[in-house]
């Protein structure tokens, strides 16, 4: 689609008529008008607007132009739903949300971030030892590495993990073997639905946030694995089966 429809259609989508949305990005309705004729497109301040209004990529906005890829794990950015956000809350076409959330890199090693994407890519075809090959040949060659030295936060996120990793560990949860490692994980792909005694079910997470987390099989055996979840404002630790079923929360402490 062309940006005149995908405007049109993210207005309408969104109940607005061409005054509201010129209000929404400090135009007239009249350069709403022409956008939708396909007369002119919106400047580079105005397209930032519309972004954040609509809450859709600029490179939607201009009809998929550029094939994204995330500049620090090479993931595709396929889906605007991928894409990680700004500090204030805009949309960052260069990362992921699994790498890059709130204005916050969450990888600051090159390996432990090749382990988390080589379990994710072995399959029959790609085995782990070309699986790792292939990233590190990929992760120096993409932006964020290459600039490490000017975007990295000089440790303090890597510092800010450390300190949730000691105290999840000073829990002493029976079963729960130490924690070494803290993963960006996305609300949305562990947002489990904790049963509650009254039959009802709840959940804790945000399905757009991006949390630190991990998951470890239990010190008893069996076929029960620990979840566990934290950010600046809680930790919470839970048991489940493959695949998530049967979740049940061991423990959510705020800190």
């Known amino acids: ?6 405007i049109f259609q993210l207005r309408t989508k969104n109940g607005l008529s061409q005054d509201e949305l010129a209000q929404k990005v400090l135009v007239t309705r009249q ?8 007369e ?8 930032k607007l519309l972004s954040r209004e609509f809450g859709v990529s600029i490179n939607t906005l201009l009809g998929a132009p550029r094939q994204l890829i995330c500049q620090c794990c090479g993931m595709p950015l396929e889906d605007d739903s991928l894409i990680g956000h700004d500090s ?3 949309l960052n076409e260069n990362y ?16 432990d971030l090749i382990d988390v ?22 992760l120096p060659k993409l932006d964020y590495w290459k600039r490490y030295d000017m975007l990295s936060d000089n440790g303090q996120f890597e510092e800010f993990k450390k300190q949730l990793i000691r105290e999840i560990n000073a829990l002493h949860i029976d079963g729960l073997p130490k924690v070494e490692k803290l993963n960006a994980l996305v609300g949305k792909y562990v947002n489990l639905a904790y049963p509650l005694p009254n039959g009802r079910s709840i959940q804790f997470l945000n399905d757009e946030t991006t949390y630190l987390g991990n998951e470890l099989e ?6 029960r694995c620990f979840g566990i979840l934290a950010n600046m404002d809680f930790i919470l630790v839970c ?15 705020k800190r």
């Open 117 to 138: 994407c080589v379990r994710h890519m072995v399959s029959d075809k790609f085995s782990e030892e070309q699986a790792r090959l292939y990233m590190k040949d990929l």
């Open 96 to 111: 992921c949300k699994w790498c890059y959330a709130d204005g916050t890199y969450t990888y600051s090693n090159m390996d």
């Open 218 to 223: 239990s010190q008893f055996g069996g076929s």
């Open 239 to 253: 048991t489940y089966e493959a695949g998530g079923a049967n979740p049940e929360l061991v423990l959510y402490k």
């Open 31 to 38: 350069a709403v008008s022409r956008w939708e004729n396909g």
């Open 40 to 47: 002119t497109v919106p400047n580079t301040e105005t397209l």
């Open 88 to 90: 204030d809350g805009a």
């Open 1 to 6: 689609m062309e940006t005149k429809e995908i």
